[in-house]
Structures are given as C-alpha cells and as structure tokens.
C-alpha cells in the first residue's frame, strides 16, 4: 500500500501521523499515493484534495480530525488502530462531488464551494440555467455549492444542507439587494447534468473556490456544474448524516 500524509502543523496531528507509520504496512509515497492520510479539519481536507487532485480518482483520503469542526473528518485520535485495521478489511467509502468552474477557457475544480463577489462593491450579473435566464442578480455575490459544501460558506448564508448522497449542487445569493421591480430567488438546487451560467456585469470580480482566492478582470462568463469526478473517503460505519449533522450544528442544550 503506498500512502502519503497532509498534516495540520500541530503537536497532535504530527504524534498521529508518527502512530500510524509505526503500525501501518506499506510504502510512503508522497507523489504517487494510494491512500493520503489528511490530519486536521476540514481545510486540510481541502488542501489534500487540491494537492492531489490530477490523481483524485485513483485514491481514497483517511480523514483524521484534529482541528475545531471537521464535517468531512471520519475518524478521531483514537480511532487510529480501528482505521488501520479497517484499511485491510472490504472497504467502504463516502464518495463527494466535485464542481468544475470554467471561466475564460480556464477549468478548476472544487469540493465545498465557488463564490463569486466584487470588493467593496455589489456584485451585478445575470444568471442562466442550461443557458435559460433566470435572474438579475445585486448581491454581495453568489455561492454554489456541493452537498458536502452545503454546510460551510452555503449554510452561513441561509442554504439548505443538504444529505450527502445527493447529486446535485445549490445555489445561494450573499445578501441580495432587492426593490419592488427586481426579485431574486434563494436558494436553488440543481441536479446532476444542469449547468449555472453567470454573466457578470463588474469589471473586476473576485473568485474563491474551496481554499483557493483569485482576482480576476473582464471574466466574459463563468460556468458551474456537478461533475462525475468525486472524492473517495475511507467511511466510519459508526457515522450517519443525521448524526454528524446533529454533533456538528445542533448537539445537546
């Protein structure tokens, strides 16, 4: 088994990773991985996924958390001899999403969420579904979002979660502006195979996909979709949706 690590920088995530190079069978292989173990939260999930992303669909992430939410993190500190013992058993996997933002004939690739906003200023733009017109949009700006990603940036702005196993993406507005003669609609979800087309108006615009932040000028257009490109975590059987959900936003009063 070739594995590789993305860690944290913290005195914890590096004793774990020291716990399982002792007790694990295999090859360190940091450019060629099989199995990249991610210790932290859910940024370094996302890290993890960016560094590794043009082999994404030939291997599978041991999320191990360490850090303060961990939504996408399956395994605690002291789950690490169960999960060594599990990757030699008949494996399971949670298997998300990814979005594929193309603007400017350029294409990139996101987990969670791609925002679009202006700084300092009101984003202005139009949106299309499948190339059908939808809305003008006065906002803060727009987020769309994967299933996984609905609890972050999404959930904050008044999106829906949505569960996991869903195939399809959504659409949220960041503060939007509106009068008597322009109504906009919030949020909006989307499956599999539909395509979100925004023509912006600004001249320069901002855009932010999972951990990545790029300042753009003159973007003609930029085009959203779901992609059957996903990303394989090692599942804990002992973890529902309901359950994390409920752990990670509700808990006990």
Request: proline share 3%.
């Amino acid at each position: 088994m070739r594995y590789s690590f993305v860690c944290k920088k913290s005195a914890e995530s590096e004793k774990i990773k020291a716990q399982i190079i002792e007790k694990i069978k295999g090859s360190y292989d940091q450019k060629n991985p099989k199995v990249v173990f991610s210790i932290g939260g859910d940024g370094t999930v996302l890290d993890a996924v960016r560094k590794y992303l043009q082999i994404i669909d030939d291997i599978y992430i041991v999320a191990i958390n360490t850090g303060s939410l961990g939504f996408y993190t399956e395994f605690l500190p002291e789950n690490v001899d169960e999960l060594i013992n599990t990757l030699t058993e008949k494996k399971t996997f949670n298997s998300y999403p990814l979005l594929e933002i193309e603007a400017n004939g350029e294409k990139e690739y996101a987990l969670n969420e791609v925002t679009l906003s202006v700084h300092h200023h009101l984003f202005k733009g139009s949106v299309f579904i499948d190339e059908i017109f939808l809305m003008d949009v006065r906002a803060n700006g727009i987020c769309i979002s994967t299933p996984s990603g609905s609890t972050a940036y999404n959930k904050s702005i008044g999106g829906a979660i949505m569960d996991t196993s869903v195939k399809a993406f959504q659409l949220a507005l960041i503060a939007p502006f509106q009068t008597a003669n322009q109504k906009m609609i919030s949020p909006i979800v989307l499956s599999l195979g539909q395509e979100i087309t925004i023509v912006p108006q600004n001249k320069y615009l901002d855009l932010t996909f999972d951990r990545v932040f790029i300042s753009s000028e003159n973007i003609a257009e930029i085009k959203v979709r779901l992609t059957n490109k996903t990303v394989k975590f090692l599942k804990n059987k002992g973890i529902k949706f309901a359950k994390r959900v409920n752990e990670k936003f509700i808990g006990k009063e």
